[in-house]
């Protein structure tokens, strides 16, 4: 996911004329730190006068990286590059810079690491002033490692009837291919406490549906003496009915102890039916060449008694083609099991070696082989059609999002599966019943029924688009009708219409509001704000 952000600012000490432009890149994990971003320096004292028409209008880029896959490292270090030539004050983010610090393409500019994101102000503020900065300590409470960014700080939903939370940050595991261990470091869990309340206080802002993300859901409090299944047991309490839950990616090893547990919490009609459980490869062989810790029976186990005590359940898994050492007979293994289990939903991906990783000392298949390997099961995947048999079904669909071509709404129904219906107003936010009509190999279409009862999950009104959320009554209360000055400022950024006629009022913001912000958000001496906008 890539988000940009172009626009004017004036610091109020300095009188700096400056723009600023943003680049996210990665999962939603990065997505949500990039939201933290924004917010951070949208409310710490940065306010637009006026917007770059585009990235070289802008004088400070911020870049936010990913480092999963190669290609996303490519972008980040050839926009590193064109930054430079076009001498843009810059500062990184995300996992590529704190996993390698001393990259020489790194040299001179400055660092935020990926516990540090509260204080991006800092960063960028001695950044526009000419120095270089790098903050890329661990947080550490009574020696004990934490998490990420702390869950109550103020921020942006990109969505607001979607709210992304974070469960715990790092991995137990070790994977040989994998450069975000390097980054995020081992298990660091949230208190189940802490979880709760920022679920509540989302549904408190209209949200009607919760992600839960991280390296690795199933391994969830581990660190801390608890569990996956019995924070979302305390989860469900919360979610007001017809809001739905969403879970992320969790590994074989972690779900099998819970088996029994999890599939009565996807079967709760406040949670999606839905699991993304990567498998990697269907080869032992490999799985061990990759330390993966689980074998190909162990992957079956639990697909195999989540479709049966969970009817109906979509299973999404990932595949790698190419790992060092994979034979055609390991690669077939994994294309018998793709045609066994016809996954709806298959993230394929050609190994890319990367650098510092175990693998890449490993002996590499060569690069027509995987490119090969790729094509060959990205044909068996898009083989089958997974929807067809739903045709003439009669669902009942949550309505949250615009699909990208902007000609429907994007809902999902209990099983998680995309169903596209009327771009109709009266149905963002709501449940409604649908008949299905259409189906494709990733969605369906359907038609609301005209006299089926549509109603609101969201117990109140959503945010404004752009409103900050996670700020408390006391402080909402104090600061009174600029928070809504503050609000449309926001919106405006992301349109790209905030023009110098602001600057007066934010001003009269920060000199009311100054004394009045809670500890965790430092008041600094620059105006700074981001235009987000998501290209996929």
Known sequence: MWQSASLKITALETLLDTSALSYTVGVSWNRLEGNGFFCFVLFNGFVPNGRAENASDADLWLLNSCTVKNPAEDHFRNSIKKAQEENKKVVLAGCVPQAQPRQDYFKGLSIIGVQQIDRVVE???????????????????????????????????????????????????????????????????????????????????????????????GAYGRDIGTNLPTLLWKLVEVIPEGAMLRLGMTNPPYILEHLEEMAKILNHPRVYAFLHIPVQSASDTVLMEMKRE?????????????????????????????????????????????????????????????????????????????????????????????????????????????????????????????????????????????????????????QPVSDAKVYMPSISKPLAKGEVSGLTEEFRNRCGNHLSSLSHTSAAIERGLVSSRTVPQMQRLQEDCALKISVGLALLALLFAFFVKVFN
């Open 123 to 217: 960063v960028v503020e001695e950044t526009i002033k000419g120095h270089s900065v790098r903050l890329l300590g661990q947080k550490k409470d009574n020696g004990k490692r934490l998490g990420g960014a702390r869950l109550d700080l103020p921020k942006i939903r990109k969505n607001p009837l979607i709210e992304i939370i974070s469960i715990n940050t790092g991995c137990l595991n070790a994977c040989t291919y994998c450069k975000t261990k390097h980054a995020r470091g081992n298990l660091a869990s949230y208190p189940t406490d802490e979880l709760v309340d920022r679920a509540k206080q989302s549904f408190q802002e209209g949200v009607c549906e919760i992600w839960l993300t991280s390296e690795d859901t």
């Open 294 to 446: 689980y074998c190909v029976a162990d992957f079956k186990r639990v697909v195999d008694f989540l479709k049966e005590k969970v009817p109906g359940i979509t299973i999404a898994t990932d595949i790698i083609c190419g790992f060092p050492g994979e034979t055609d007979q390991d690669f077939q293994e994994t294309v018998k099991l793709v045609e066994e289990y016809k996954f709806p939903s298959l993230f394929i991906n050609q190994f890319y070696p990367r650098p510092g990783t175990p693998a890449a000392k490993m002996e590499q298949v060569p690069a027509q082989v995987k490119k090969q390997r790729t094509k060959d099961l990205s044909r068996v995947f898009h083989s089958y059609n997974p929807y067809d048999h739903k045709i003439g079904e009669r669902q009942q669909v949550l309505v949250t999002e615009e699909s990208f071509d902007s000609k429907f709404y994007v809902a999902h129904n209990r099983f998680y599966e995309q169903v596209l219906v009327p771009k109709n107003p009266s149905l963002m936010g709501k449940m409604v019943k649908v008949d299905i009509y259409e189906s494709g190999k990733h969605f369906m279409k359907g």
